[in-house]
């Protein structure tokens, strides 16, 4: 319909605006409907404001609002189950009401938490999200918890720009119980459970029992981590990575890694892509295990290590190229049965005992390498 111009035209624009305002607050006459998403508000958390608690505030707040956390102490476990954007203003400190019940406990998609220091929860997590999609964890410090940031069946989120220290004391060794009922994983900065297309970027991860875990996740992008322990350990567990993969197709690239016992550990799982990451005093730099099988390890510097790289039982068909192993105790080595894989255009120099160990493997190629020293125990290696 053609609307004519002048006074009763513009009469008419005027009373089917009102006809639409009317029926949109027909269909939804609620402060908390589903129109309220539409329009976001700000809440402020804080001494002499509205809202004295965070709780309170997600409690009052309508999907896709803004809480503003002002500066202080705050003894809470925070309970977030709708759309929310949550942000530290300057110091936010996040201590447990209750040690054993987690800081942020996440429930709905597309939450952002920003900002906050979380410390304290020593017998559960400092943040968890579980069931979510596109939730944004950044520029957080999490501390001295039994597990830091734990992502539990959920996709496309973001875990970037956080610093994540102290979490040491749940190793999983040999008849030690979890103090969780949803995770058996020992203590860990970052922890990926059942969960695909996450990135994790940019984080410090210091003095953590696993840096960032993966356990059956896939789809994953860790980049631009460092992961750091202040002096190496040994415990009675198989558990100590700087970052470590059980997964299909996760991408670790550009990270930093020192001090662990596996620096870069992949178990089972195929299609990963270990990418230019530099590793350094460490027992093991990048270690492949239990048939990790069509995974590319490439450009990556280890230096100083026990062992530069290794594939340990039935890892087979790998690629592994363009590396610098330089000055480990062996630069590479295959064992039990980890056969059929290339090694091209590899530097393997410095080695403190052989740069190529090779035990009850064969049909492993070396292709356009540079090294001085091999050695071959019921294995073949061939070389060209």
């Given at each position: 319909?053609?609307?004519?111009?002048?006074?009763?035209?513009?009469?008419v624009?005027?009373?089917?605006?009102?006809?639409?305002i009317?029926?949109?607050?027909?269909y939804?006459?609620?402060?908390?409907?589903?129109?309220?998403?539409?329009?976001?508000?700000?809440?402020?958390?804080?001494l002499?404001?509205?809202?004295?608690?965070?709780?309170?505030?997600?409690?009052?707040?309508?999907?896709?609002?803004?809480?503003?956390?002002?500066s202080?102490?705050?003894n809470?476990?925070?309970e977030?189950?709708?759309?929310?954007t949550?942000?530290?203003?300057?110091?936010?400190?996040i201590?447990?009401?209750?040690?054993?019940?987690p800081?942020?406990?996440?429930?709905?998609?597309?939450?952002?938490?920003s900002?906050?220091?979380?410390s304290?929860?020593?017998?559960?997590?400092g943040m968890?999200?579980k069931?979510?999609k596109?939730?944004?964890?950044s520029?957080?410090f999490?501390?001295?918890?039994?597990w830091?940031i734990?992502?539990?069946?959920?996709?496309?989120?973001?875990?970037t720009n956080n610093?994540v220290?102290n979490h040491?004391?749940?190793?999983g060794k040999?008849g030690?119980?979890?103090?969780?009922n949803?995770?058996?994983?020992?203590?860990?900065?970052?922890q990926?459970?059942?969960?695909?297309?996450?990135?994790?970027k940019?984080?410090k991860?210091?003095?953590?029992?696993?840096?960032?875990?993966?356990?059956?996740?896939h789809?994953?992008?860790i980049?631009?981590?460092?992961?750091k322990l202040?002096?190496r350990?040994?415990?009675?567990?198989?558990?100590?990575n700087?970052?470590?993969s059980?997964?299909?197709n996760?991408?670790?690239k550009?990270?930093?890694?020192e001090?662990?016992?596996?620096?870069?550990?992949?178990?089972?799982g195929?299609?990963?892509k270990?990418?230019t990451?530099t590793?350094?005093?460490?027992?093991?730099?990048i270690?492949?295990?239990?048939?990790?099988?069509?995974s590319?390890?490439r450009?990556?510097t280890?230096?100083?290590n026990?062992?530069?790289?290794?594939?340990?039982?039935?890892?087979s068909?790998?690629?592994?190229?363009?590396n610098?192993?330089?000055?480990?105790?062996?630069g590479l080595?295959?064992?039990?049965?980890?056969?059929?894989?290339?090694?091209?255009?590899?530097?393997?120099?410095?080695?403190?005992e052989?740069?190529?160990d090779?035990k009850?493997?064969n049909?492993?190629?070396?292709?356009?390498?540079?090294?001085?020293?091999?050695?071959?125990?019921n294995?073949?290696?061939?070389?060209?």
């Amino acid at each position: 319909m053609e609307i004519k111009k002048g006074v009763g035209g513009y009469l008419v624009m005027f009373i089917v605006f009102c006809v639409i305002i009317f029926l949109v607050y027909l269909y939804c006459p609620g402060e908390k409907s589903k129109c309220s998403e539409l329009v976001s508000k700000e809440l402020i958390v804080g001494l002499g404001e509205k809202y004295a608690s965070i709780q309170q505030a997600i409690d009052a707040a309508s999907p896709r609002d803004i809480i503003i956390v002002n500066s202080g102490e705050y003894n809470e476990n925070i309970e977030i189950n709708k759309k929310l954007t949550l942000k530290a203003n300057n110091t936010v400190i996040i201590n447990p009401a209750d040690k054993n019940l987690p800081g942020f406990s996440v429930t709905a998609d597309d939450v952002t938490i920003s900002g906050f220091t979380v410390s304290g929860f020593s017998n559960s997590y400092g943040m968890i999200f579980k069931d979510v999609k596109n939730c944004i964890v950044s520029d957080n410090f999490v501390d001295s918890n039994m597990w830091g940031i734990v992502i539990y069946s959920s996709a496309n989120c973001e875990i970037t720009n956080n610093e994540v220290t102290n979490h040491m004391d749940f190793w999983g060794k040999e008849g030690e119980k979890s103090p969780s009922n949803l995770l058996g994983e020992p203590s860990s900065g970052i922890q990926l459970i059942k969960s695909e297309y996450i990135l994790i970027k940019d984080n410090k991860l210091q003095d953590n029992v696993n840096g960032i875990d993966m356990v059956d996740s896939h789809n994953n992008i860790i980049l631009n981590n460092r992961a750091k322990l202040t002096e190496r350990r040994y415990e009675s567990t198989r558990y100590n990575n700087g970052i470590s993969s059980f997964g299909f197709n996760n991408t670790i690239k550009n990270n930093v890694i020192e001090k662990y016992a596996d620096a870069i550990n992949l178990v089972g799982g195929s299609d990963n892509k270990i990418l230019t990451n530099t590793i350094f005093d460490s027992a093991v730099a990048i270690n492949l295990d239990h048939r990790s099988t069509y995974s590319i390890i490439r450009g990556n510097t280890a230096k100083n290590n026990d062992h530069g790289i290794v594939l340990w039982d039935k890892c087979s068909k790998n690629i592994i190229e363009n590396n610098h192993l330089i000055d480990n105790n062996i630069g590479l080595a295959f064992y039990y049965s980890s056969d059929y894989n290339i090694v091209k255009n590899t530097v393997i120099t410095e080695s403190r005992e052989v740069d190529i160990d090779s035990k009850d493997s064969n049909n492993n190629q070396i292709i356009d390498s540079l090294f001085k020293t091999h050695q071959e125990r019921n294995s073949t290696l061939e070389i060209i």
